[in-house]
């Protein structure tokens, strides 16, 4: 794709298929069944292509579909919370309503970015790895060799 202009027709009908698998995670279907029902190889491949969508997307429409989220997430969270608290609920139902709050408590915070600090750690690994495996095609080196010498250069 590199060397592909931005307006060939394989660029615009994977672009399509992405918004496509945006549209359809927006209506709650999961990675698998967006996989299947677009011929993504695995749901891993659905991710990656709602992740690529989603960077395009204007921060209106994005902040607008974590918003419909966390509104999900809560509606999820207020049926369950009842039954996780309830001491007339039995105990096994009680025990399975809490740990399905535990998991939605989770993605809220993921949402509302309360986990920041450990993805901005993986960001600039990630941005580190870029730097180095870029530098290392400029200069016809391996990343292996880029890194051996930053850390030469740093003792």
């Known amino acids: 794709m590199p060397g592909e202009s931005k307006s060939s027709v394989r660029r615009i009908e994977a672009r399509l298929r992405q ?13 698998d069944d967006i996989a299947r029902q677009l011929g993504y190889r695995s749901a891993s491949g659905a991710y990656d292509a709602v992740q690529r969508c989603l960077r395009d997307v204007p921060k209106h ?33 009680r025990q399975r309503a ?14 509302v970015g309360a986990y920041a600090p450990a993805l901005i750690k993986v960001m600039l690994e990630e941005a580190v790895e ?3 495996e870029a530098e290392a095609r400029e200069r016809g080196l391996s990343a292996a060799e880029v890194l ?4 030469a250069w740093l003792r």
């Open 130 to 132: 870029r730097a180095v």
């Open 61 to 93: 429409d994005a902040e607008a579909y974590r918003s419909l989220n966390l509104e999900r997430l809560n509606r999820l969270f207020l049926a369950l919370f009842p039954d996780a608290i309830t001491s007339a609920t039995p105990l096994a139902d």
């Open 148 to 151: 051996a010498e930053a850390e």
């Open 98 to 111: 809490a740990a399905e709050c535990r998991a939605i408590i989770a993605e809220i915070n993921k949402l």
């Open 19 to 31: 918004a496509q698998a945006l549209r359809l995670r927006m209506g709650g279907a999961s990675f």
